[in-house]
């Protein structure tokens, strides 16, 4: 009985980290609140500033296409003034969580006529 207890707690132990560190939605809307709202906003919509035409849109992008350019600015093979040192400063469970929220948001798509 206490065995399996024990067992129990470490497994939760174990799990704990991933489960509340990567892809959680709640910290990677903090990281794009505090980090990138200033040029992508909190939508991920590059409506703010005055150079957004430079800013991409990133709001309903594929999870895994943000994750790997995250990536690629951090590790240097994206090389880009700003981009590459806000990249730098994020942990790669950040990038997970910010790149869970700005998958996340979804966008009705409307063709033109
Ligand atoms: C100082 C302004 C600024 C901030 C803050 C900023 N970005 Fe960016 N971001 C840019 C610019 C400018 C580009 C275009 C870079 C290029 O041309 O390579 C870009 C590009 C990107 C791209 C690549 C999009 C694509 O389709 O190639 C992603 C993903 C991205 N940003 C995510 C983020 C995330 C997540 C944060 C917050 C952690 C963030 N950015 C914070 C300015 C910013």
Redesign the pocket.
Known sequence: MKKKFFIKIIFFLIFLPNISLSNDLGLGKE??ET??A???GVDGRAASGG?SA???N?FS?NKEY?VV??KEYKSGK?N?P??TL?AQM?TDDQILN??EW?SKISAELKLPE
């Open positions: 990281v794009a980090i990138c200033g040029c992508h150079n430079l800013v991409p990133i992008q943000l350019k995250l994206l880009h700003q981009m806000i994020l910010v790149s700005y």
